[in-house]
């Protein structure tokens, strides 16, 4: 069965920092793209960004509201996902999902629980 | 970046009816567009995925269409379960979600 679990959420004042996790099970992690998804309260799903597989150059993409302040990074050998967010913003307050890529096509076939994230003075 | 909008924003609909909700891309995608399925409080589900193939277990009341820029997610019938919001995904160039169509009971 495949599970992603997402940890490290909180709540963080602007400007600052946090860093995600997921732990991943179930598949071959080092084979899968993957990719963090996010919502804001009420809101839609907005894609964060995603990482290629090491073989595939483990390669980085992010849209431009994300790009310069996120980091996706992984280890392959924990099976674990990471998202580094700094200057961190209040807009940035939401739900992240870490998902799983189906092949190197961008759908998501399987998902996390999510982790909040708050960013507030 | 490629822009996705979905319409209706919301829908009103009671259980056995056909309800179709439809995804616009800004430019063509071919048939790279996934539907998605949430619930309050959970992740999204995938649905289907290249605009027209369900996914396993997805029951065969969804049904998904279209190509280029125009594509549609219809409900056979609807059912209680089926109460929730929709997402489409286009795929083509990075990602990029529509706004989503809540489907309320009538």
């Known amino acids: 069965e495949v599970q992603l679990v997402e940890s490290g959420g909180g709540l963080v004042k602007p400007g600052g920092s946090l860093r995600l996790s997921c732990a991943a099970s179930?598949?071959?992690?080092?084979?899968?793209?993957m990719s963090w998804v996010r919502q804001a309260p009420g809101k839609g799903l907005e894609w964060v960004g995603r990482?290629?597989?090491?073989?595939?150059?483990?390669?980085?993409d992010y849209p431009a509201p994300v790009k310069g302040r996120f980091t996706i990074s992984r280890d392959d050998s924990k099976n674990t996902l990471y998202l580094q967010m700094d200057s961190l913003k209040t807009e940035d307050t939401a739900v992240y999902y870490c998902?799983?890529?189906?092949?190197?096509?961008?759908?998501?076939?399987?998902w996390g629980q999510g982790s909040l994230v708050t960013v507030s003075s | 970046d490629i822009q996705m909008t979905q319409s209706p924003s919301t829908l009103s609909a009671s259980v056995g009816d056909r309800v179709t909700i439809t995804c616009r891309a800004s430019?063509?995608?071919?048939?790279?567009l996934a539907w998605y399925q949430q619930k309050p409080g959970k992740a999204p589900k995938l649905l289907i995925y290249?605009?027209?193939t369900l996914e396993s277990g997805v029951p065969s009341r969804f049904s998904g269409s279209g190509s280029g820029t125009e594509f549609t997610l219809t409900i056979s019938s609807l059912q209680p379960d089926d109460f929730a919001t929709y997402y489409c995904?286009?795929?083509?160039?990075?990602?990029?979600f529509g706004q989503g169509t809540k489907v309320e009971i009538k």
């Open positions: 430019q063509s995608i071919s048939t790279w």
């Open positions: 998902t799983h890529g189906y092949s190197i096509l961008n759908y998501f076939d399987y």
């Open positions: 290249k605009a027209s």
């Open positions: 990482i290629k597989t090491t073989t595939d150059g483990g390669t980085t």
């Open positions: 179930g598949f071959t992690f080092n084979d899968a793209w």
């Open positions: 995904q286009q795929y083509d160039t990075y990602v990029t």
